[in-house]
């Protein structure tokens, strides 16, 4: 596990470096020395806090930006990892892939529908939209103005703000990814 320095020490020097600024210039917005700055660069010492709030301020990034952990450049998810949210007596799972999290504005799921099972939706958030791949099976969508229905291979686009329902079409299982984004 990385020490907090050394933590620290990465955010830093990449936040600067993604804002074109060099030590002197970084120094000059901050407050804080340029030795000061190399040595927290460098991961050495433990900058104090306020050391750690000028920096945070003379680059206009909020202070957690500074302390959090950086993250993978890829992320893995295994579906057999998941625990499913279930509907309709458990003949519809619901993994959540990614969700809607880190102001990401959009989450992915991936579905999987028992031949005849259903749910209802209420509304989403204002303007969301939805996007549905279906690879095996068929699914229906409704809403009060329509009716849509797809098959494998096929995929929607549609307002989720409103009340929806979805329902298996035919008499295999009804395998999808949805994307639900939102503004």
Known sequence: MERMNEIVAGNI??????????????????????????QVERGEGNPTLSTLWKLSN????????LTMSPKAPYEVVRTAELQPILEDGGKVKNFTLFPDDENR???????????????????????????????????????AERTIAIGAGESVRFSGDVDHGYRSLGEEKTVLHMILYNP
């Open 13 to 38: 020097r990449r936040l600067r470096e993604e804002k074109g600024l060099t030590m002197e210039e970084l120094a000059r917005l901050s407050g804080v020395s340029r030795s000061m700055l190399a």
């Open 105 to 143: 504005r959009f989450s992915v799921y991936y579905m999987e529908l028992e031949p005849g099972s259903s749910w209802r939706s209420e509304p989403h958030l204002r303007g969301t939209a939805e996007f549905i791949t279906v690879f095996t099976g068929g699914l229906e969508i409704s809403t």
């Open 58 to 65: 003379g680059m206009k990034v909020p202070f957690h930006a």
